[in-house]
Every structure is written in C-alpha cells, then in structure tokens.
C-alpha cells in the first residue's frame, strides 16, 4: 500500500501536483464503485407487478372522530385506448410539455437529473426530479409517489429497464392511457371526453396542447379555474413552441392557436359535493395539495383523511345559519367559521347553501370587515402606551388635523357625535371618530394596526395601509380591506389563547389504506400578543357584549365579541357592503358575516336590517348557544389595567347635581348637602348644621338702641350728653321662631 501511496503521489513532484493525482484516483474509484453498484441494482431490481392502488382506492374524509364520514374524492375514471387512436397532435403535445428526449434518451435524463439535484440539495428537500416520460410511466404504473433518494434510484433503474423491454410507442401509449389529467379524468380518452367533449383521436392542435399544459399541475392548471386564462397561457404557449421546434406544427399553426385557449366543454359537478359539505372537501383537497399530495393519490390513492370539522358542531351552524336569516332573500350570503383557541383547529365552517350551484366559499373569500378590525386598533394601542382609558375625540362629524377631510360616525354607533370618550367606551360603542383620532394620536398608527392584525392571525395577502384623498391610513382600523371571515376568527381565537396565535388548519391526519399514519398536524401556537394586551383587550370586547352594541351576542358563557358594519364605493356614493359578528368564549371562536351578491352589493334597503348587531349577532349566539356547554365554559383572563405614557387619560366630567347636592369626586356621585341630624338635633337652615332642639327655642332678643347725636357746647369743654330714651313705641324685630312680634327690650 505504501508503494502504491508512493506511486500515485509521484516522487520529487510538487504538493499540489500530488494532490491532483489523489483527486483524479479517487474520481475514478468512485465512478467505478458507483457504475458497479449500478450495475448491481440492475441486476437486483425487478419490475414488479403494477400497483394494485393504481386499480383504483377511493380516499375517503372523516369527521374529528374519524368515524363519521363527510364525503369522499373522486375514483378513478379511465378508459385505455391503442396507439393508433391516439393523434399525432396529442403525442407531440405531451412529448414537447414533458419529456423533448423521449425519442432520444434510455428513459432517463441524466442532464435533467443532474439539474434536479442541484436544486434539491440547495433547497434542501426533494422537490422537483427531471423526470423523463418513461420515469413518470414508472412512478405511476409500479411506484408510488414517495418522495426520497432511495425511491428516485428505483425509479431510474426501473425507467432503465422498461426502456429496454419496451418500445417507445409502447410507452407513451401506456402513459398516456395511465397519466392524470385533473378533475378525475384518467388517461387521455377520459381526458378527451371530460373537457372537450369528445374521443381522443378528434383531438385538435389546440386542444392537445392544452391537455398537454394540464399534466405538469393537474390542480393548478386546472381548466375551470377561475383565472384559466392567467395560469395556462404562459405554459401553454411553451408547449406550443416545442410543437413546432420539433416540427410537429408549423408557424401558420403556432400563429392560429398561440392567443387563445380551446372552448372548454362546461364543468359536470360530482354529486359527492353537493349542499354545503362541499366546501368541507373542497378546502380538504386543496390543504392535501398544499401539503404535497398529488391529485392521483387524492383522487384515487385510498388514503383516510382525517379533519378537524366537529361533526355535531357542523350540523349546529347550517341549522343555525338558516335559522336565524331572514327569508326569501336569494341574493344573501352567509358565512360562519368556528377555530378552536389555541390550537387553530377549524371545528366548523359554512361557506355556502350548495356547492354545486356555487363554489365561492364566503368562509375562505370573506368581505370587508368593517368596524371588527377595530380590534386591531385596540391591540396596536395598547401595544404602543395607550390605555383603555385613553382620551379620544368622538365628536362627529371629525376633521382630520391638516386636512378639510371629515369623518362621520355611522353603522353600529347610530352615528350620533359622542365627545371626548375613553377607547373602551369607544370599542363598546363601535365610534368610528373616536379610533380615526386614535390612528391618529398613534405614530406610524397606520401601520401598527396593520401589524397587529397581522400578529393576531390575519393573512398578509388581505392586508394593506388605505390610502384615501392623500389622507394616508387613517381609516384602516374601520376594516376598509377584504379579510377572509376564517382569518377575522382565527384572530379573535388568538385573543383567547390569551395571545398565542396558532395556524388555523382542517386537516388533521392522513393515513393510508392500511391506516399507517402518513401526516398529523403538529399545532404550534407562538405567543405573537403580549398577554395583557390580550387581556385587557377581551375586557374591552365583553363590554360591547354586555352593554355596547354587541349585545345580541349574549350565549350562555362568558362572551367578547365585535360587530361590524362594513361600507364600500366612493365617498359621495357609499354603500352597506357587508354586516358582521365575530365573537369568543374562553374555549370556542366565531365569525359570522352576510354580504349580497357578487360579494359587495348593497345591503341597506334589501335585509330588514343591516346592521352587524342584528342578524350576525343573533346567528351567532344561536349557533354558539347549541354547541356551548354552560357547566364547561371556562373563563377569560383578569384584566391587566395596562397604564397609559401616551395620549391624555380620560377624565368624566362632573354631573350637574340637582337642589341642595354637589358631586363628590371621592364617592364618584352626587351627595346632599343638607346633613343629616340625629336624634334630638334640628336642622338651623341659617347655619346649614345641625344644632340642640333647646338651641332653637324662642328667646327674646334685646331691642337694639339708637344714641341720640349730641351737639359740642362751643363755649364749654366737649362733654357726652346723657342719652335719654326716646318716649315712642319701641320697634319690632322677626321672631326667629315664628309668631307675633317680639318683647320689648329689657321687659
């Protein structure tokens, strides 16, 4: 071995000369080792039969309990056809959009390999792989969709092997009868039928191009999304050119179909979605997307999911929702998320009457949120030294400092003008001036409400500083921004969590056919709101439950809640866009919202009334009062009495007292000033106290004399004359004590 060492470093040589001899043996070595473990793999590994799953397994999804099934995805719908049915149009559609080698390579890639784990090993997890259409064939027909190095190597000394038993025509005729394109459709004739109507071999240019742009992302590129057009165009146009690189079409072809998608035949709904448990599995599928599912394992892979709906919760909100709404008014929307503080499990949720006559979700699209973003205004106050007492300006209308803009009060607050009021009393009573003049008082106010709601469970994307008539934010705590009705509970469901904010989330474990466990939810909650400001914050919400213009919203358990009246258009224009409550217990949150139409269509004049305090509130505590249990309801946090270093505290002016009182500060009322006198004692009402009955008795007062002037003698020393008194009637004097006149003096 030493003479070996000797010999490759080579003698009299140099340090970095040695050094690249080492380098270069141990690239061959490796090489070497990695060709015979290669070659070794090849030889171990056999094509298994094809994947009973692929057969076909309905997945499955369950309620909390896992028990009580909600619904299940679509089985797989396939109809396998031969090569020669198969058009040249839909061959080199696919061959451009998936694999531009197919005809060229041994069923593997190696420059798309390589690619690949460049980007896997700086992205630090496997997330795209260069596979060929021989390596997806595989994956599909003999794998299944793990995602790991070991499953990769199988898959590309399998993709190996089939290369060579197989032909290419062979191949790409049992990928295309095997691959998945979307919405249940299996295989390309299926495929045909789903979307436009009709048998692969009728195939068009256009169209086979756009089954072709379907593969990459089934769900993504999905035909009957509601922006087709923005996410197949660009990939659509890609497959398009590959079309033509490789002379497939020509340029007149390019040029006729490049600008516009084929007309897609309309979309026949599965009556598993049918009523409001539809947008149950739609949200399901979509978070299973989000977690790495692909539409074949969802739509056929047998799987059990489990989530987080409450079933008896669930049947409570849609028997409450239509309930409590008003009748006969089939342009109205409702909405209603319940999350369960703390965790951020979605316990129940009505998004809608029917799926299948409407997919938009009103729980996940939601609405402006009017006057229940005040919450946030509230946080970021206390937040940044205000208090609960803070002094603010409710007058209305409100002009803002430096501006000929005025704000009015209106919705919950009746728009009446209120003066100066403390921020609790303001958040009771819903006073839009009052919190226009907090943002104000609050440097960057703007952008710490805006941070709050972020901190408290509100989506980054449904946030954004208002901007109106250059008077930048002022107005962002009267919820002028679409939020979704899911996020405005989960952030009501953080204020419960006394500040710890968790993700909301529906899906709460996937296992497979053997029920193995293949995800389970792992709830994290951050504490992302200080906890007196939490606390003290819920102190102010109860108050608008117990006596502001939240009290509809009473349930059988301690309750803080907001309502919301939310406006929509131009200034001189505006309209009742949306009405809303979103309230909490210690243990259950809810959002309920109502809006018309599209989403923002006026309210007023349409609901007998429109205001947040009404039917939202109302729903909700219906709702909440059937799932609540009144011996079990927890209780709230003790206020913290956070204490201001901003802004003026708000002293109550003294109240006018009536006749013979005056308003004691000490006592906080009005007291008398006539005291009280015990027993034997009456009352002097010259004196105002209180003196011994005896002292009160008539007494004769003397009668008071008048000395006579007397005149100097001018020739005598100055002597007093005698004062003589005078013959007449003496006078009379009042009797303190009542009666005739008094004695004379001296009798």
Known sequence: MKKLARKISGTGKSWWVSTLRWLAVLFSLGLVLGVATLFALYQLIDVPSANADFKTQTTKVYYSDGKSQIGSFATQDRESIDFEQMPETIRAAVIAAEDRTFYDNEGIDFKGILRAVRNNTTSGEITSGGSTITQQYVKVLYLNQERSYSRKVKEAILSLKISRQQSKEEILQGYLNTIYFGNGAYGVQVASKTYFGHSASKLQVDEAAALATVINNPSYYDPYSEDVETRMMPRYRYVLSGMLKAGAISQADYDKYAEKLPTFKKKTNSGRYKGTRGFLLDLVRKKLVGLGYTDAQIDGGGLRIVTTFDRKMQNAAVEAVRESRPDGLKELHQALVTIQPGTGAVKAMFGGDDFLKSQLNWATLGAQPGSTFKVFGVIAALDNGFSLKTQLDGNSPYRLPGSSVTIGNQGDSGGQSFGRVPLERATEESINTAFVDLTVQMEDGPDKIVKAARDAGVSERALSVYDDENVRGVVTSLGTEVIPTIDMANAYATLAAEGKRSEWYVVKRVESPEKRVLYKHDARPKQSIDEDVAADTLKALQGVVSNGTGTNGRTVC???????????????????????????????????????????????????????????????????????????????????NIKADQGTDYVAPAPTCGDGKRYSSSAGECVSTVPDCKDGETLNKGKSKCVKEEEEEEKPEPTPTKPTPVKPTPTQPTQPTPTQPTPTTPPVTPNPGGGGPAAPSGQ
Do not use: I
């Not at 243990?587 to 007023?604: F, I, P």
């Not at 009404?614 to 799932?627: E, I, L």
């Not at 009144?630 to 913290?640: R, V, Y």
């Open 558 to 640: 301690p309750t803080a809640g907001k309502t919301g009246t939310a406006t929509a258009g131009p200034r001189k224009d505006q309209h009742v866009s949306s009405s809303w409550f979103v309230g909490t217990t210690p243990k259950l949150t809810t959002a309920v919202m109502y809006n018309r139409g599209k989403g923002n269509e006026d309210l007023e004049g349409y609901m007998p009334t429109f205001y947040g305090g009404q039917y939202p509130a109302k729903t909700f505590a219906n709702y909440m009062n059937k799932v609540l249990d009144s011996s079990d309801c927890g209780s709230f946090p003790p206020p913290a």
